[in-house]
């Protein structure tokens, strides 16, 4: 489920103060899908009404964003485009709308067919309106925008269970509001049905287009007329994206092409309506398999979507098993990543043991994507830790050693990926001690540091770095935690990480914040901070008698460098080995030609065969990071251990070979391997076949 990258209430407070163009940007990129998708339900698939509501909507947010800090703002832009599609449907130039729609509505409903027409559609987004602008928000931002519980808590001001609360009554609401105009549906079915409305993100021209129209619209005075969006940026492929919304809407490339809503009903309509009539209250597997099938091969829209989800609700939990063994020997690949997800993710809403585990065991994610990818896993399993991180834990201890969960991913093992989600959810309720209780229960000491990397910024997918004034207590428990780490090497490489970050995310403040944690080892500190975008150097005193931290440029390498030696040698160090640590905190951070060039005005100094060693293994000879040979052979060239160095070369090159022979041979003609070592690559190509 998709987050925020920035929070829309930030957003908001800075485009109202300072009319920021960036701001304003960022809040039509995440609320645009879900007014496109909502205007689109309410005019009935009339893409040019569409366009020129979600601009009005937009529009409106710029000229009124002053007076909207205090509101949800996807439940005020969700009313608005309601409102303003209502408008577009009264209105005479959108009569043949109106007239469409009103047959529609004075047709009567087969109510069996209820959760399976576009008449729903329009009951939901009214019922939607008819319910308090508590209840109504909590569900715009849980199906419409695809917020998790604990950001819907921050906006509502509630607790994630409260919230979860919130949502469940809200929906049991909208049933009892529909039941009254004699629509029954639980609130199972009302989930698969909102959710199912949900609408993928427009492209960053559009955005752009919009952001534009709404700013200068906006600032203008007068009856200046409202500017469209180019209408060909809304057609065809971008169309039918927001149209179908979500995963289960994609189609098959055989499939027929996707149609609006407004297409005129095909020859097939009748026959299709009467096949859902007889499409039983408890079909048998092969049944739901056949009906799957046959709603896939119809036009992709948003009631296709939700005819899949109404069927895969005929399955129940136990029977889940078995749908997917037959699923396996009946469905295409396609077929499987449709329909393999949302099912599971229904079970593990109930179970989420049983269901990770059936997951993990039957090899789901292969079965979907034929590749020996672990997304699914690695989805259930951050919404798992984010709920209940005790029982998410227990299970990943319990299948610690699992095929599927030891294999390579990034710097260690998926395993080691889906432990970060743990120790970062434990961090965000301000649970330090609990972090390293958690990281010692781990099996190896590379496991218990690879469980923190996500802390000290290590890996970027899980980096939870929100250090503030407000937190630095918090922060600097966790700092004596790693510096109590039980391994030399770890330790400092989760230190010298955590003062890189430091860096990166408050160069103005690094060396305050330093001073302040007073490191037990402040040379690996002043490693971490050499490699940051900016150093603040010596405090001077200015003409008021204040002192100032002067910061230097990240070219500055050299002074830089100086004071992580003078801080070397005050703590007994030798010119060597300062220089050789300085060498592997400089590695991660500048681009090859420009480390080896500062590599060879020291040479004769410096002992890193080691750290060349790994680069190499790394980047291809033992395949942690495949297709990488040629980068492998260049650091391996680089060890001056003849034999070690030798051994790497051929072993990269055997496997650049194998790879990709074509550039393999290239790379031979070229002339781009080491001259002492062309003569091996050559008789190593010779000799395979």
């Not at 059936?358 to 990818?373: C, H, T, W, Y």
């Not at 300085?582 to 060039?597: N, V």
Request: charged share 25%.
């Amino acid at each position: 489920m998709p987050m925020m990258t920035t929070d829309s209430i930030q957003l908001l407070r800075e485009f109202s103060h300072s009319r920021s163009e960036q701001a304003f940007r960022g809040l039509v990129r995440e609320h645009s899908p879900m007014v496109f998708a909502t205007a689109l339900r309410k005019l009935n698939g009339d893409n040019a009404a569409a366009q020129d509501v979600t601009q009005e909507v937009f529009t409106l947010l710029a000229r009124k964003a002053n007076q909207l800090e205090s509101v949800v703002l996807g439940g005020w832009l969700y009313r608005q485009t309601c409102r303003r599609a209502a408008d577009h449907v009264r209105s005479e130039t959108r009569r043949k709308s109106r007239e469409m729609a009103a047959m529609e509505t004075t047709a009567s409903p087969n109510p069996g067919d209820a959760l399976d027409s576009r008449h729903l559609a329009r009951e939901l987004d009214d019922a939607l309106l008819s319910l308090p602008a508590t209840d109504r928000d909590a569900l715009v931002l849980r199906f419409f925008e695809g917020k998790d519980y604990r950001a819907i808590g921050n906006l509502l001001g509630l607790g994630e269970e409260a919230t979860r609360k919130r949502i469940q009554r809200a929906i049991d609401c909208l049933g009892g509001s529909l039941k009254r105009k004699g629509i029954t549906a639980g609130s199972v079915s009302l989930g698969i049905a909102l959710e199912s409305f949900g609408a993928a993100p427009l492209p960053a021209e559009t955005i752009s287009q919009l952001t534009g129209t709404a700013l200068t619209t906006a600032g203008s005075s007068g009856g200046v007329a409202l500017a469209t969006l180019l209408k060909t940026m809304f057609a065809g492929v971008l169309a039918s994206s927001l149209v179908t919304g979500s995963a289960l809407a994609l189609r098959q490339s055989n499939a027929s092409p996707v149609t609006t809503a407004t297409a005129a009903p095909s020859k097939s309509s009748p026959r299709t309506a009467r096949q859902m009539d007889k499409f039983p209250e408890h079909p048998t597997l092969e049944q739901i398999i056949a009906e799957i099938r046959r709603i896939r091969s119809g036009p992709g829209n948003v009631l296709t979507a939700m005819r899949l989800k109404v069927a895969l609700a005929k399955i129940q939990i136990p029977q889940i098993p078995a749908f997917v063994a037959l699923g396996n020997k009946q469905l295409n690949q396609a077929e499987r990543k449709e329909i393999y997800q949302p099912l599971l993710t229904l079970w593990w809403n109930q179970d989420p043991d049983a269901a990770m585990t059936f997951v993990l065991r039957e090899k789901i994610d292969a079965k979907m994507q034929q590749l020996g990818s672990n997304y699914l896993v690695g989805e259930l399993f951050r919404r798992w830790a984010e709920r209940d991180w005790q029982a998410s834990e227990a299970w990943l201890m319990r299948n610690w050693e699992d095929e599927m969960l030891r294999k390579k991913y990034g710097r260690g093992a998926f395993r080691n990926f889906l432990s970060m989600w743990i120790t970062g959810e434990l961090f965000s309720h301000n649970d330090v001690d609990g972090i390293f209780a958690f990281s010692r229960r781990l099996p190896t000491i590379d496991d218990q540091a690879k469980a923190l990397g996500n802390v000290v910024g290590m890996d970027p997918m899980h980096s939870m770095w929100t250090y503030a004034e407000a937190n630095k207590d918090q922060w600097q428990k966790f700092y004596r935690g790693l510096e109590q780490f039980p391994d030399d090497h770890w330790r400092r490489e989760l230190t010298r990480n955590f003062w890189k970050n430091i860096g990166e995310h408050h160069p103005g403040n690094a060396l305050k914040i330093q001073e302040s944690f007073h490191p037990a080892d402040p040379f690996t500190a002043s490693l971490g901070l050499l490699s940051v975008k900016q150093l603040y150097g010596k405090s001077e005193q200015n003409l008021s008698g204040s002192t100032s931290m002067k910061p230097n440029p990240v070219n500055d390498r050299a002074r830089r460098e100086a004071a992580v030696m003078e801080i070397g040698l005050a703590q007994g160090m030798t010119r060597t080995q300062v220089l050789t640590a300085i060498g592997g905190a400089l590695s991660d951070g500048m681009k090859p030609d420009e480390y080896f060039a500062w590599v060879d005005t020291h040479k004769g100094e410096l002992e890193l065969d080691d750290l060349f060693a790994a680069k190499a293994r790394e980047r291809g000879v033992d395949g942690v990071m495949g297709g990488r040979q040629p980068e492998a052979i260049q650091w391996a060239s680089r060890i001056s251990d003849a034999e070690l160095r030798r051994s790497l070369c051929r072993a990269a090159f055997r496997r650049f070979l194998v790879g990709n022979p074509e550039f393999a041979k290239k790379y031979l003609d070229q002339g781009d391997a080491p001259e002492d070592l062309a003569e091996d690559f050559n008789d190593i190509a010779t000799a395979t076949p």
